[in-house]
């Protein structure tokens, strides 16, 4: 599986930013309220971009903002994926993906986070 390709430009002298090798998305999943019986719940109705960055700084600008997860709704959960790529099984880039799930202890949970997410991003 080819990750996408993000359309970076090399850092110039007059671009303070520093690019990264992929842009990545992050994304947010709502906690839902349980469908009714008979009716299927529509995972993709829950699932919303945040925002989208491709330099350092502009993560930065995004991770200042968003609510870490011990303050996170329970049920509600955060996701980055690159570029182009929806957190969802149906995804063509996930033909033979697979998940990563962490439990810890909420106490634990934001720097946990922050570590997964800043080895991630930096590949």
Do not use: C
């Amino acid at each position: 599986m080819e990750a996408p390709k993000a359309q970076l430009t090399k850092k110039s002298p007059d671009d303070p930013k520093t690019p990264l090798q992929h842009a990545h998305t992050l994304w947010v999943t709502l906690k839902k309220e349980k469908a009714e019986e008979g009716q299927e719940q529509d995972w993709e109705s829950g699932i919303k971009p945040v925002s989208t960055f491709a330099t350092i700084e502009d993560f930065w600008h995004v991770y200042q903002y968003i609510k870490r997860p011990s303050q996170l709704e329970a049920g509600t959960t955060l996701q980055v994926f690159m570029e182009g790529v929806k957190p969802m099984w149906e995804d063509p880039n996930f033909v033979e993906g697979g998940r990563f799930t962490l439990r810890v202890q909420k106490t634990h949970s934001n720097r946990f986070w922050e570590d997964l997410m800043l080895g991630f991003l930096g590949e």
